[in-house]
């Protein structure tokens, strides 16, 4: 089984080498600033890099006067839309909306009730994988982590398909709208393999049902009996709704749009996005959240009193406890400052359900997290700066709420954010027309080259 492949190279051996590499592959700090390099796309003032132009999604949390930046409360736009308003009326009509999500992103209008359905219904039907695709590509080959698994499965569908190359609009609509439905699927699918092959448990794979939202589909396939709330299914609804799209600038959407630019296959584009989402520094995010409250929670005698769980984010930041990088996750983001109203949306739909559930202390410890992290940053770094809480801080604890396991925080993330790389592919199949290309200078020294016997 390729669980038990072990290396043949061994660390040691390894270990000797990367002395030899340290040598040769370190650049100074002074060089990037010499050269006016603006490492990882950022300009000075942490803003991003003008990169390209998008219809899909507007992402605002600050405005520039007079050359400054200057800070405003969070505002997440998807094709014009303000995504407050978006949830606030599938709230107000106690409807799902993530389906009405995933046409307005792809499409670019709100549905109607008549293409809504139709869409509901090609989701439905698309969900089911390819015959022994479970058996050949999963079962037989177990990942301890979901999102390579799902990486891998969305590669092997390429050669499930009989027109993988072709870039056409249309086809890459196809490609899209299926891979939408059944990367659910694959995720639960991961899941249960990874349950029995690591940690000896049952496996369950349940029938689909053609009549289900996402939201709905997913609780059904994750849950041993099957059964979930009506409230339970609406708020995985708002979480994918959140998590849908989040503008063309982001590491995952970005690495999409580069490979999309190369002309490659929608399966290799896609991929590329999830390989990106895997990185704790973004989507893996909502997982060191959960590992790092639920540290604070066991060594902190009361974590929902301010002064005691000050003390402990102090350890936190001297890389005294947590996991030694001296980071508290779940606060700051690169373009939001006074607020990411999708935490603002998820902090408000999730409290009550919390509470129901048993997480209040879990759920004050995040208030607290948020409200204590500014002024300490400030006190602690001497950073001046506004920094809010990010959509990371509140989701794992909603996960959790909806018992949805650890192993699953990240794949739900791709489970909708793959609605966002596939309507960015589609942009910039139409619109661009160029590979992506910067420019990266070379500050290595020309040197002779020196025959073997003479090193």
Not at 22 to 49: M, P, Q, W
Not at 139 to 155: F, L
Not at 158 to 185: G, H, K, W
Not at 411 to 417: I, Q
Request: charged share 25%.
């Amino acid at each position: 089984m390729s669980a038990n492949y072990i290396s043949p190279i061994s660390m040691e051996a390894i270990s000797s080498l990367c002395g030899e590499l340290d040598k040769n592959n370190s650049i100074s700090k002074s060089d990037f600033a010499r050269y006016h390099v603006k490492r990882g796309l950022r300009n000075e003032d942490g803003t991003g890099v003008m990169a390209g132009l998008t219809r899909i999604c507007s992402v605002e949390g600050y405005y520039i006067l007079d050359g400054e930046r200057v800070a405003k409360e969070g505002k997440l736009f998807y094709r014009g839309y303000d995504l407050n308003q978006i949830v606030a009326n599938c709230v107000k009509e106690n409807r799902f909306g993530f389906e009405e999500v995933i046409w307005l992103l792809l499409f670019g209008n709100l549905p109607t009730e008549e293409q809504l359905a139709s869409l509901q219904e090609v989701l439905s039907v698309c969900r089911a994988l390819p015959d022994d695709f479970i058996e050949d590509m999963m079962i037989k080959h177990p990942s301890k982590d979901i999102m390579n698994k799902m990486a891998r499965s969305i590669m092997c569908l390429y050669s499930y398909d009989e027109n993988p190359d072709d870039i056409s609009v249309a086809n890459v609509l196809r490609q899209s709208l299926q891979l939408i439905a059944q990367v659910p699927t694959i995720m639960n699918t991961a899941y249960q393999v990874k349950r029995r092959a690591f940690y000896g448990k049952s496996m369950y794979l349940h029938p689909i049902l053609r009549d289900q939202t996402t939201a709905q589909y997913i609780l059904n396939q994750t849950r041993s009996d099957k059964k979930f709330t009506d409230e339970e299914a609406k708020l995985l609804d708002i979480m994918l709704m959140l998590h849908a799209e989040h503008g063309g600038g982001n590491n995952s959407t970005f690495s999409t749009r580069v490979l999309t630019s190369s002309g490659t296959d929608t399966y290799s584009a896609i991929t590329a996005g999830f390989g990106s989402l895997k990185g704790p520094r973004h989507g893996g995010a909502n997982v060191k959240v959960s590992k790092m409250l639920s540290e604070i929670i066991e060594n902190v005698p009361d974590p929902t009193d301010e002064g005691q769980l000050k003390d402990y984010l102090i350890k936190i930041l001297k890389k005294e406890a947590g996991d030694g990088l001296g980071l508290i996750y779940g606060m700051g983001h690169a373009v939001y400052t006074l607020s990411d109203p999708r935490a603002v949306i998820l902090k408000k739909s999730a409290r009550e359900l919390a509470y129901q559930a048993g997480y209040e202390k879990e759920f004050r410890t995040l208030e607290n997290i948020e409200k204590i992290t500014p002024g300490l940053l400030c006190e602690f770094k001497g950073e001046n700066k506004e920094i809010c809480a990010n959509v990371d801080l509140y989701s794992g604890l909603v996960y959790k709420t909806l018992k949805l396991p650890e192993d699953l925080f990240t794949p739900l993330f791709a489970s909708a954010r793959i609605v966002g790389w596939c309507a960015h592919r589609l942009e910039e199949l139409t619109s661009s027309g160029k590979i992506i290309r910067p420019a990266y200078k070379s500050v290595s020294k020309t040197r002779d080259y020196v025959p073997i016997e003479k090193r």
